[in-house]
Nanobody
Framework: VQLVESGGGWVQAGGSLRLSCAIS????????MGWYRQAPGKQCELVAR????????NYADSVKGRFAISRDYAKNTIDLQMNSLQPEDTAVYYC??????????WGQGTQVTVSS
């Protein structure tokens, strides 16, 4: 599948951003979809993940209660609503899809910068 992120940018601490990932290709073989992030000098980490049906989600402890992942079937997107953003949320955010065979596809990434 092909994944294209949008919605990154700059925001002050306490603000909100909404990321969107447009999905195309063989979407019927997708098992899970999610968002990861990588801050400078740090490893890539899972932010949030959702099952293909949208019925199951899980979040990193650091974003629980602030971020919400959702799938828009009409637009064929995976969205990440990010509220109460903090400087430590600054990172490049990547959209991810895992198919039923375990193959990972990644988007090109979108920068999120939160200033204090």
């Amino acid at each position: 599948v092909q994944l294209v992120e949008s919605g990154g940018g700059w925001v002050q601490a306490g603000g909100s951003l909404r990321l969107s990932c447009a999905i195309s290709g063989s979407t019927f073989v997708i098992n899970t979809m999610g968002w990861y992030r990588q801050a400078p000098g740090k490893q890539c980490e899972l932010v949030a993940r959702v099952s293909s049906s949208g019925g199951r989600t899980n979040y990193a402890d650091s974003v629980k209660g602030r971020f919400a992942i959702s799938r828009d079937y009409a637009k064929n997107t995976i969205d990440l609503q990010m509220n109460s953003l903090q400087p430590e949320d600054t990172a490049v955010y990547y959209c991810n899809a895992v198919n039923v065979l375990g193959h990972n596809d990644w988007g090109q990434g979108t920068q999120v910068t939160v200033s204090s």
